[in-house]
């Protein structure tokens, strides 16, 4: 908190909510899926004199002066997006995930086109084509998802589909899948039907940086990320490209565009106008810490959590959707039980573990309580968890679990003990030293 000071004196009220954020992030376990914990630089960054400063435009055209060192930062983000994953084109100026997939929307389709996406139920995103968002009002998915019984994709029924209804553009990625994605496959599936193939690796890029997950970036048109989930950079998105367009002549034979340019300028002018300077800056460093080998070791820790964390809680007799997981994140099924899984997050969260309830494949519950929990390993794993430390959380998710009913007492109980757990570690941004 030494690092508060100035707000402490000019707006104590803020700065108490903040310091009591701090309290309770280093008290609980945050096993939100989507959430981290950046580093000390990237609140440096994210907290500098750069917000300050108008940026419109792209490096070497700006429509402001005094743009020298913002020229320079952008170009930094853009070179090191480009080297992390290997990528043709990068775009860093996207406010957020949903904000860069309204730019892919706009770069590439119009108003009434069809796209595939899944559901919001079955584990997509928002953004993916659901009614009540802006993707769901002014375009139309078709809809696909992991097949009911296994919790898989099952690939000939999703080929089926799309040689059917021939949408204009496929989007693979999700905020609940646990098993990881074949990128090839939607590729085959995609250039069959001329549809373009969107990735969204919002929440699993550390993954694909780590290479303990597939890599859609030689399989896809674009590729699209938020930086705020396991990349533990800023609240931000980027956008990922092939610089040719391979269906320009089928969809665009009135312009001169490659596909590069043209999700350049869907961001601006197209729907944003100036770039946050500095999160684009918390982006770049963020970008960096990625690129190295300890970013990888991370990347293969949180899976190996994850994997000994599902199978802690399928020994304790928990059913898992889809039967485990090979990603960050495992979906508690409680289908069978007579609690729901909002039921569960609200224990959970008492007892001093943080996450959400998510609906499951074939979710009898309505999406307000569900019959599911969401976990993810992440934060855990970048407050330095290791399997030992997993057996310990699925013991005391157990322990949550088999006093839903009285939880009271016991959260009480367990909430301490999670407490006294959490300050034997350090913490990125909060306690961490450097
Ligand atoms: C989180 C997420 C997004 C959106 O990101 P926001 O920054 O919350 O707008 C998009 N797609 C997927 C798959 C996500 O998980």
Redesign the pocket.
Known sequence: MERYQHLKQTDPEIYDLIRKQINYESSTLKMIA?ESFVSFSVLEACGSILTNKYAEGYPGARYYEGNEFADQIENLAIDRAKQLFGAEHANVQPY??????NVVYRALLKTGDKLMGMPVPSG?????GWKVNFSGMDYVQIPYGPHPKTGKFDMDQIRQTAKKERPKMIWV???AYPHKIEYKDFAEIANEIDAYLIA????INALIIAGVHPDPVPYCDVV?S?S??MLRGP???FLLSKIEDRLQSKYFSDHQLNLAQRIDRAVFPGLQGGPHLHIIAGMATAFQEALTPEFKNYGVQIVKNAKKLAESLLAKGYCLAGGGTDTHLLILDFRNENFTGKDAAKALARSGIIANFNMVPDDPRSPFVTSGVRLGTQSLTTMGMKEPEMEKVADWIHRVCQNITRIDEESTKIRQEIADFCSQFQIPGITKPC
């Open positions: 989507s957020s995930g949903s904000p860069a997939n997509g995103h928002l953004t993916h990625g999700a905020t969204d690796i919002a929440h699209s938020t705020h989930k609240r931000a998105g």
